[in-house]
């Protein structure tokens, strides 16, 4: 059974830095899928932030330059250094596993920036 579990959910102020954390189980091969960091705020729909396939990465024009998306591929593990962070930063972060035959969510970290 596929799990993804995130970690390092936390409150800060404007301007501050958080590290979220996704590790994969259940799934051999992880680095061969591609990774990716959504988010959902209150009343929006959820939106890519960043994702990550072997060495390319993309990112949401609104993160880009101060988020960072990176893998492990020894820990099976995705991150997401968030720096700068800003008041609509502020929602509750997704991690996402893609793959042809099915795609996988973790259960969501929440992150809130304050002024």
């Known amino acids: 059974q596929v799990q993804l579990v995130e970690s390092g959910e936390g409150l800060v102020q404007s301007g501050g830095s958080l590290r979220l954390s996704c590790a994969a189980s259940?799934?051999?091969?992880?680095?061969?899928?591609?990774m990716a960091w959504y988010r959902q705020a209150p009343g929006k729909q959820r939106e890519l932030v960043a994702q990550i396939i072997s060495g390319s990465t993309t990112y949401a024009d609104s993160v880009k330059g101060r988020f960072t998306i990176s893998r492990d591929n020894v820990k099976n593990t995705v991150y997401l250094q968030m720096n700068s962070l800003k008041p609509e930063d502020t929602a509750v972060y997704y991690c996402?596993?893609?793959?042809?035959?099915?795609?996988?969510w973790g259960q969501g970290t929440q992150v809130t920036v304050s002024e």
């Open positions: 996402k596993l893609i793959r042809s035959s099915s795609d996988y």
């Open positions: 259940g799934i051999i091969f992880v680095s061969l899928y591609t």
